[in-house]
């Protein structure tokens, strides 16, 4: 059973357009995160959230936790060919150890193109 | 550190073989994790490990699927008989509780497995 759900699966778009991706499950959440993976490597954590609605930013990269903490959304400015790859969130159940197990979600691949 | 390693990066075998995966976690890290990912599941948790202890296999397949960490810097899925099924790129994570980053997975470069 998928448990998160992320839109859209793909996106093509121009540098220097903005985007935003969704992240949703009908499952509560300890925390979240955000990886990203490029061709041929692991995925490379971006971003743990832990509160409801916490915001978070890394650069052109802004990454927000539903109130609920059932949902996230990462919102990327003005896009760059750098920005390419799968993203992919992850959430975790319960605390402590527990939340090492991860649940991923759908994946969201992204293309900009130059 | 070199990061996790993984072995080998690509293997290609007949159905009804055995294949071996291979992963070297980050030293000192005291979790590690096995995940499958295909383009129809996407990224699954197989099992994963603390102190070399396996503490979540719910989601190996089937027993056809084993995995054993005899120390902190060693850990193999095995896959006995292989069937065409199995096709997918097998990532290795680790991970340190006590580290400054909350939870943060470090992932291999993955083995990509074909059964023919």
């Known amino acids: 059973t998928q448990l998160l759900e992320q839109s859209p699966q793909f996106l093509s778009i121009q540098e220097g357009e903005n985007l935003t991706v969704y992240c949703n499950s009908s499952s509560v959440f300890s925390s979240l995160q955000w990886y990203r993976q490029e061709p041929g490597e692991g995925p490379v954590l971006l971003v743990t959230?832990?509160?409801?609605?916490e915001v978070k930013k890394l650069k052109r990269l802004t990454f927000q936790f539903g109130d609920a903490r059932k949902d996230s959304s990462l919102h990327i400015t003005a896009a760059q060919p750098g920005d390419t790859g799968l993203y992919l969130c992850?959430?975790?159940?319960?605390?402590?150890?527990?939340?090492?197990?991860?649940?991923f979600g759908t994946g969201t691949l992204l293309a900009v193109q130059p | 550190d070199a990061g996790v390693i993984q072995s080998p990066r690509h293997e290609v075998t007949e159905m009804g073989q055995e294949v071996t995966l291979r992963c070297k976690p980050i030293?000192?890290?005291?979790?590690l994790f096995w995940y499958r990912q295909t383009m129809m599941r996407g990224l699954e948790l197989l099992i994963y490990f603390n102190n070399n202890v396996p503490i979540d296999d719910s989601g190996m397949p089937e027993d056809r699927f084993s995995a054993k960490m005899p120390n902190a810097s060693f850990s193999n899925l095995k896959i006995q008989p292989s069937e065409p099924r199995d096709s997918a790129v097998y990532f290795c994570a680790s991970l340190s509780y006590f580290s400054s980053s909350y939870n943060e997975q470090f992932f291999g470069p993955g083995t990509r497995l074909t059964v023919l």
């Open positions: 992850a959430g975790a159940h319960g605390y402590g150890g527990a939340t090492n197990k991860l649940i």
């Open positions: 030293s000192g890290h005291d979790y």
């Open positions: 959230v832990v509160t409801g609605g």
